[in-house]
């Protein structure tokens, strides 16, 4: 999440801005900083993210916290420490947009320095004594290729997640909200559907560019793939199983079945799923951009696009339909 470990270490951002939370969550017999069910702001490596406080523990007169990250799998769950945690206020929801803003200002810059200093032949002097130095070589390299499929996933999950609109991060604040703490599915068939939306995108795409792009289609095509086979897999809560297995049967396709609030989950997990992709650095951003021209136009149609509520029972599809 955000190119950062799943560990509980404090950040250097974190540290610095706990402020009066953490001096409020240390001590003996002092009250916990934040309570049970409370929507926090979270550190988690540079970046701020919206959870919500599920347990609170007091350890050797330390409060501790396990936090969920709205919107993102449970195996992100973990216990914090309060200077991980700010108030989830409108100058903290500022300073998280800022943070955000700041790193892809940060890795624009890494970018252009690390090509400065790159220079041609500099490895040069690897080759000599080569016969000397084979077996370091040969460690050197397991290390430099396992550190870098490390630096392109990072890269993978920074670039599209800290450009991911804002808007749609609240939006699926509230699909988690509805489907776990509310029990509401979203009602199906969906309209429009996943292959509506994508259709409406190539579309749009053709009148912009005034041409049928061969790469949008094929990304697009790609898309639907993905949802198709990620959407039982991981792109479900419990509470939507049953509906699932009642609603795609035969040769019926996810796609056609599913609307926007699935879709843009699917765009929380593609991190993780481009991570395993063998693809040059620079084949990756070009397409992670074109990705985030897709969110940006579900973005601009969020509102004909995604539900405002959900009206499913999530007791089960006979629920559903008789709504």
Same mark, same amino acid.
């Given at each position: 999440?955000?190119?950062?470990?799943?560990?509980?270490?404090?950040?250097?951002?974190?540290?610095?801005?706990?402020?009066?939370? #953490?001096?409020?969550?240390?001590?003996?017999?002092? !009250?916990?900083?934040?309570?049970?069910?409370?929507?926090?702001?979270?550190?988690?490596? !540079?970046?701020?993210?919206?959870?919500?406080?599920?347990?609170?523990?007091?350890?050797?007169?330390?409060? %501790?916290?396990?936090?969920?990250?709205?919107?993102?799998?449970?195996?992100?769950?973990?216990?914090?420490?309060?200077?991980?945690?700010?108030?989830?206020?409108?100058?903290?929801?500022?300073?998280?947009?800022?943070?955000?803003?700041?790193?892809?200002?940060?890795? *624009?810059?890494? *970018?252009?320095?690390?090509?400065?200093?790159?220079?041609?032949?500099?490895?040069?002097?690897?080759?000599?004594?080569?016969?000397?130095?084979?077996?370091?070589? #040969?460690?050197?390299? %397991?290390?430099?290729?396992?550190?870098? +499929? +490390?630096?392109?996933?990072?890269?993978?999950?920074?670039?599209?997640?800290?450009?991911?609109?804002?808007? /749609?991060?609240?939006?699926?604040?509230?699909?988690?909200?509805?489907?776990?703490? /509310?029990?509401?599915?979203?009602?199906?068939?969906?309209? !429009?559907?996943?292959?509506?939306?994508?259709?409406?995108?190539?579309?749009? %795409?053709? #009148?912009?560019?005034?041409?049928?792009?061969?790469?949008?289609?094929?990304?697009?095509?790609?898309?639907?793939?993905?949802?198709?086979?990620?959407?039982?897999?991981?792109?479900?809560?419990?509470?939507?199983?049953?509906?699932?297995?009642?609603?795609?049967?035969?040769?019926?396709?996810?796609?056609?079945?599913?609307?926007?609030?699935?879709?843009?989950?699917?765009?929380?997990? /593609? !991190? +993780?799923?481009?991570?395993?992709?063998?693809?040059?650095?620079?084949? /990756?951003?070009?397409?992670?951009?074109?990705?985030?021209?897709?969110?940006?136009?579900?973005?601009?149609?969020?509102?004909?696009?995604?539900?405002?509520?959900?009206?499913?029972?999530?007791?089960?599809?006979?629920?559903?339909?008789?709504?």
């Amino acid at each position: 999440m955000g190119g950062s470990s799943n560990t509980t270490t404090t950040t250097s951002g974190g540290g610095g801005t706990g402020g009066k939370d #953490k001096d409020k969550g240390k001590g003996k017999g002092s !009250p916990a900083a934040f309570t049970e069910g409370e929507r926090v702001l979270a550190y988690h490596g !540079p970046l701020l993210y919206e959870a919500k406080v599920q347990k609170t523990e007091n350890r050797e007169d330390e409060w %501790r916290y396990f936090v969920h990250y709205l919107g993102w799998n449970k195996n992100w769950d973990e216990w914090v420490p309060s200077d991980r945690l700010l108030k989830y206020t409108e100058e903290n929801i500022r300073k998280q947009q800022e943070l955000t803003k700041n790193q892809a200002v940060d890795k *624009t810059i890494k *970018t252009g320095r690390a090509a400065q200093n790159n220079p041609k032949g500099s490895n040069a002097d690897a080759k000599t004594n080569k016969e000397d130095t084979k077996g370091v070589v #040969k460690g050197k390299k %397991r290390k430099n290729q396992l550190g870098n +499929e +490390e630096k392109e996933r990072r890269s993978s999950e920074s670039l599209l997640m800290s450009q991911f609109p804002l808007t /749609l991060k609240k939006q699926l604040v509230d699909d988690w909200e509805f489907v776990t703490q /509310l029990g509401k599915l979203v009602k199906l068939p969906r309209s !429009p559907t996943v292959d509506d939306i994508l259709k409406k995108y190539l579309e749009h %795409r053709i #009148k912009k560019d005034n041409k049928i792009s061969d790469s949008y289609a094929e990304i697009t095509r790609g898309l639907r793939c993905y949802f198709d086979k990620a959407l039982p897999a991981m792109l479900l809560y419990k509470k939507e199983q049953k509906q699932y297995k009642e609603e795609i049967k035969g040769d019926v396709s996810p796609s056609s079945v599913y609307g926007a609030e699935h879709l843009l989950r699917l765009f929380v997990k /593609l !991190p +993780e799923l481009l991570a395993s992709v063998n693809m040059e650095e620079d084949a /990756l951003n070009k397409l992670q951009q074109k990705l985030l021209d897709i969110l940006k136009f579900l973005q601009k149609n969020q509102v004909a696009f995604f539900l405002s509520a959900y009206d499913g029972d999530s007791k089960g599809a006979d629920a559903v339909k008789g709504k």
